[in-house]
């Protein structure tokens, strides 16, 4: 394997709602390893989900005249995922490119990042209570099906080590 | 003209109203059909001309009272009064996901309640995704909760949903009385929903890290509540009780109330007379007064007869729980407003009990679907086949989880108040 195969050219940080500020500060933290050439991409995902719910809640209002509110939220997400990625790229200071896809969510960042050298990824799901939940059902698709490498982050301060559950009875002493 | 020409004729017109609302070609308003087919039914004979009239005269004061509703929810909105909602659920929910998920149930279930579903869908929906993205919080589970409470929050208030008020009109209960019995069934069907939506979204809700404030730059959220609107809106239900048990109809409240918001707007040039005109939707009065009438020669010609064996008689628990899910059922295939036309003739004999217990069925029914029924749904469905089609799988989940449970035990408490109450 030479250098260039493990240099890391293109870093792509997933940014969603809640997170993004943890993934923006993980890529921070990389540029001294990554190099100053590192390209940066911020992605973020408007999934349909909420539009749809709005249009299908307005089709169910048989006859009902004026504009469809459906529309008006995506509008409203549009604008929404341009502050988002506005406020990422000022928080990273650095050059990047902005990259808003629209789709399911999980299928899209995966698809969206299959280039990238590294994909930052925040866990999203309840961390009150570690272990799998810690994933939301989007970061857990993403985490098993992405396939470039991937670095998972806490949106917080990391657990100590002492939070770990309890080891499980091994069950090869357990008299079977 | 016969029984059986009769009832092929007025079929054919209920399916061509139906087809022409759930399609509408070229984007055309659905009186476009409603209204001509009405006028063929009653030229061909197929309903007599006083059955015709009867049915106008009963539906033209729910027409108006439903107007007058959508007119008083335009300048409460014209008036900030859904901006102020949600600066208010943004500075109280301070960041937290699940907090904010009960300031939208309160907010949609009151809103709903109050000012129709229509209101909640068209008008608060928007401002609760814009909320949640303000304070950086994934809007999905609370854009599903305007959803599905613009259905299932629908039972309180005659002025909830169309379908109550045709309800209303033929249940012969007091506003008071109507909202007494509907109380508990509307508390229980939004207790069901919250806690479905807790765990459905339990990781979308989880409680996030110190320090995770709203994006500063869009924080802002200073708009005050226009207290003379809510004033006008409290002193408007108020009036909707007081005129409804002095025996005058409780529609005159609605129109007062939109009158004096209407007028102090129009002086303050913060509405147009074309703005009012246009949230009146004339259209749709004159499509529900079409539907109306073909819906009553379809019953009159035969579809009374066939379903009235499937509609049992009488208030008791297993009674109750039959007429809801048939009720629920309707709305599913054909969407509520025709099903609702339809039972409550076959079910206004058995009793106040029997005709709310169709207004469970036809309101909580409809988020079995996401698009409020099967028709709607698949013609949709055919549209986006070269598009992007919506996640059903979510939806109907959701669906399942809440609408049968929710349905059951409203039915369980519209019983039990009825038991307490008397029918």
């Not at chain 2, 929810?73 to 109280?92: N, P, Q, T, V, Y």
């Not at chain 2, 005159?252 to 007028?263: H, Q, R, S, T």
Request: charged share 15%; glycine share 10%.
């Amino acid at each position: 394997m030479t250098d260039s195969d493990t240099t890391i050219r293109s870093v792509y940080l997933w940014i969603g709602e809640g997170t993004w500020r943890a993934t923006v500060d993980a890529a921070l933290s990389l540029v001294p390893a990554v190099g100053s050439e590192a390209r940066f991409t911020l992605l973020h995902v408007t999934s349909p989900a909420a539009a749809d719910a709005v249009h299908g809640a307005y089709w169910g209002l048989l006859g009902r005249g004026g504009p469809d509110p459906g529309d008006r939220l995506e509008a409203l997400g549009r604008a929404s995922a341009a502050e988002l990625l506005e406020a990422a790229a000022r928080r990273l200071g650095r050059p990047c490119e902005r990259l808003e896809v629209h789709g399911p969510t999980e299928r899209a960042v995966v698809a969206a990042s299959a280039d990238a050298d590294l994909l930052i990824v925040a866990r999203d799901g309840d961390r009150s209570r570690l272990g799998p939940k810690s994933l939301g059902k989007a970061t857990r698709f993403v985490v098993d099906h992405a396939v470039c490498p991937v670095l998972l982050v806490w949106p917080e301060a990391a657990p100590d080590v002492g939070t770990l559950p309890p080891p499980p009875h091994n069950p090869r002493h357990g008299g079977r | 003209m016969n029984a059986a020409v009769g009832e092929t004729v007025s079929l054919l017109a209920l399916i061509t109203v139906l087809a022409w609302a759930v399609t509408r070609p070229r984007g055309w308003p659905e009186a476009v059909a409603a209204a001509p087919a009405a006028v063929i039914l009653i030229a061909a004979g197929a309903i007599p001309a006083g059955d015709a009239n009867a049915e106008a005269r009963r539906l033209g004061p729910v027409i108006g009272f439903l107007i007058a509703i959508l007119v008083l929810a335009h300048l409460c909105d014209d008036d900030g009064l859904f901006k102020a909602c949600g600066a208010w659920m943004a500075r109280s929910a301070a960041g937290r996901p699940r907090r904010l998920l009960v300031l939208v149930f309160a907010t949609a279930a009151v809103t709903t309640a109050v000012l129709s579903l229509d209101t909640t869908v068209v008008l608060l929906t928007p401002v609760v995704f814009a909320t949640a993205a303000r304070l950086d919080v994934r809007a999905r589970p609370h854009v599903y909760a305007c959803t599905h409470l613009a259905n299932s929050a629908s039972l309180l208030l005659p002025v909830s949903n169309l379908t109550n008020l045709l309800a209303f009109a033929a249940s012969g209960l007091g506003f008071g009385r109507f909202a007494a019995l509907m109380a508990l069934p509307w508390l229980v069907v939004i207790g069901v929903e919250y806690v479905v939506f807790g765990r459905f979204f339990a990781s979308d809700l989880a409680p996030r890290g110190p320090g995770r404030r709203a994006r500063p730059e869009t924080a802002a959220g200073d708009a005050r509540l226009p207290v003379f609107t809510v004033t006008v809106v409290v002193l408007t239900l108020a009036g909707f009780v007081a005129a409804s048990a002095a025996g005058v109809s409780p529609a005159w409240a609605a129109l007062a109330g939109a009158a004096v918001l209407a007028g102090r707007a129009l002086a303050r040039k913060r509405s147009t007379p074309l703005s009012l005109l246009r949230a009146a939707d004339l259209p749709f009065g004159v499509f529900v007064l079409g539907l109306g009438i073909v819906v009553a020669a379809m019953v009159d010609n035969g579809l009374g007869t066939a379903l009235r064996p499937l509609l049992p008689a009488g208030t008791s628990l297993p009674a109750l729980l039959a007429i809801a899910a048939l009720a629920a059922a309707l709305a599913n295939v054909c969407n509520n407003l025709p099903a609702v036309l339809v039972l409550l003739p076959l079910t206004a004999a058995s009793g106040a009990g029997a005709v709310l217990a169709v207004l469970l069925g036809v309101n909580i029914g409809p988020n079995l679907t996401y698009t409020g029924s099967l028709a709607t749904l698949l013609w949709r469905r055919t549209l986006r086949q070269h598009g992007e089609a919506p996640d059903l799988g979510e939806f109907t989940r959701l669906g399942l989880l809440t609408v049968p449970a929710g349905l059951v035990l409203a039915v369980l408490a519209l019983w039990a108040g009825l038991r307490v109450m008397g029918g």
